[in-house]
């Protein structure tokens, strides 16, 4: 989503337009050519942190002119959202208690996502899936024309493809691998939601002929604790390591042989195009807005939900004696994946939400007469 953003505005900004962004904190070097506006908040919760960010927000935007506002957290008094995430009512109706739903946190996260999708606001919705609409629109009525659809955007520049071999050379010497081992490889911040604890099974179900050159990497910002643990009980700790962020995420998604997305939930998992545009074989789960994407594509396998970790575990069994070195007729998931994710490429040149927010601006423009 940061990426998202900070491309969109160097869109808008290509196109003649100021751009000011407005957030609790900034990590990294502030770009050049649009003004950046950090306004730290205070509070024992997050969301009281954020009740607070987004009065210091208004309040400048009220006291200075702005022709449009588009924001990437809910909010009441958007023009537009961007919508990244699931619909919250929708999973605290199904996958949470009744005490969940009366606790402040969880009515004040609704009230926001009230304010930006029901029938009666008109805060336009920009979404790279199509997996929650249904969702916003049982529970607010949300309008089809408010909804606008955006292709998935994937940079050429980061998916510049390597040589193969190189690529898993580089892959296996990173972490001190073997040269053949078999590698999954599982990136992504937040490894509880991305079901790391799903793989680590799933591995330490293996036979043991195959799990003894099988090793799972897992790539993201998040404490390893839980997983470390719970590969040493299993007896697979020499088999797993779990690495912080690294830039060099495209070329070692080259170089693993299975690039794994077993998450809990997932509004899209643009991981999971990545890992296609990577030509890398994919084992996903249905839940995952763009799980879809690897069935079209015939890229890999998709895990069905409701999720079975026994269905699961046959089929990363299944990916790796299908993709094992030496196998005669391996399946092509990844020339597949590949091929399609170029089609989308060329969808979106990573100007679809600019050119959307401009028109949006003008036609709010001509409403006001000028």
Same mark, same amino acid.
């Given at each position: 989503?940061?990426? %998202? ?52 927000? @208004? ?7 702005? %022709? ?13 959202? @961007? ?60 309008? %089809? ?51 790391? %604890? ?28 839980? @997983? ?78 409701? @999720? ?63």
């Amino acid at each position: 989503m940061q990426r %998202d953003m900070l491309r969109t505005a160097h869109e808008l900004i290509k196109r003649g337009h100021t751009v000011e962004v407005f957030t609790l904190s900034w990590q990294g070097e502030a770009p050049k050519g649009m003004a950046i506006h950090v306004l730290p908040q205070k509070g024992w919760f997050n969301f009281q942190r954020y009740k607070k960010f987004i009065k210091a927000t @208004f309040d400048y935007i009220q006291n200075n002119h702005f %022709d449009y506002t588009f924001g990437y957290n809910r909010m009441a008094g958007l023009d537009a959202h @961007f919508a990244a995430d699931p619909c919250f009512i929708e999973r605290a109706h199904t996958q949470r208690s009744i005490l969940y739903r009366l606790m402040p946190r969880s009515k004040w996260f609704a009230a926001c996502e009230k304010a930006i999708f029901s029938a009666e606001s008109t805060t336009h919705v920009l979404a790279v899936a199509l997996t929650e609409k249904p969702h916003f629109q049982k529970w607010y009525g949300l309008q %089809d024309e408010r909804f606008h659809y955006i292709p998935p955007y994937l940079s050429p520049e980061r998916f510049a493809l390597g040589v193969k071999t190189q690529m898993r050379k580089h892959l296996r010497q990173a972490f001190d691998f073997g040269a053949t081992d078999f590698v999954y490889m599982l990136t992504g911040s937040g490894f509880s939601m991305k079901g790391l %604890d799903r793989a680590i099974l799933a591995l330490a179900a293996l036979p043991e002929k195959l799990r003894v050159n099988t090793r799972l990497v897992a790539v993201g910002q998040d404490n390893p604790k839980q @997983f470390v643990a719970m590969a040493q009980k299993l007896g697979i700790a020499e088999h797993i390591v779990i690495s912080k962020g690294r830039t060099d995420i495209p070329q070692l998604m080259q170089g693993a042989d299975v690039c794994v997305h077993p998450a809990y939930r997932e509004n899209t998992g643009l991981v999971i195009l990545e890992g296609m545009a990577c030509g890398s074989p994919m084992l996903v789960t249905e839940s995952c807005g763009y799980a879809n994407h690897v069935a079209d594509a015939n890229a890999g396998l998709v895990s069905a939900i409701p @999720f079975d970790q026994a269905k699961f575990n046959a089929e990363f069994l299944k990916m790796r004696e299908a993709l094992a070195r030496g196998v005669k007729s391996k399946p092509k998931w990844g020339k597949n994946g590949l091929a399609y994710t170029k089609n989308i490429m060329q969808a979106n040149d990573g100007s679809a939400e600019a050119l959307i927010l401009i028109q949006l601006a003008e036609e709010k423009k001509a409403k006001r007469g000028g």
